[in-house]
Nanobody, 124 residues
Framework: QVQLVESGGGLVQAGDSLTLSCAASGLTFSHCAMGWFRQAPGKEREFEATIRWSDGISDYADSVKGRFTISRDNAENTVYLQMNILKPEDTAVYYC?????????????????WGRGTQVTVSS
């Protein structure tokens, strides 16, 4: 059974940093890509970052490139999203997702498994 459990969300001020974690289990990690998405109230779920578990190759949405960093710890089966210089518009529920490796995994439909999300609120 696949489980993805996010943690690390919270309330921070603009300009602060925050690191989200996603503990994964039940996956065939060598064939997986992991992604982070976010969803603000009234908006669609949008792609933030993805990483291939096998070789660590990553990709980012233009809106977070240079501010967010995705990484994985193979020993802990955990994926991280380091978020720097946070802005009020980064406020959303952040979701971790897992899916089969493929080109440009930037849409929710490309992922098979989802966590329940963790709330990030950035005050101005």
């Amino acid at each position: 059974q696949v489980q993805l459990v996010e943690s690390g969300g919270g309330l921070v001020q603009a300009g602060d940093s925050l690191t989200l974690s996603c503990a994964a289990s039940g996956l065939t990690f060598s064939h997986c890509a992991m992604g982070w998405f976010r969803q603000a109230p009234g908006k669609e779920r949008e792609f933030e970052a993805t990483i291939r578990w096998s070789d660590g190759i990553s990709d980012y949405a233009d809106s977070v490139k240079g501010r967010f960093t995705i990484s994985r710890d193979n020993a802990e089966n955990t994926v991280y999203l380091q978020m720097n210089i946070l802005k009020p518009e980064d406020t959303a529920v952040y979701y971790c997702a897992a899916g089969p490796m493929g080109p440009r995994l930037i849409t929710p439909s490309q992922y098979n498994y989802w966590g329940r999300g963790t709330q990030v609120t950035v005050s101005s």
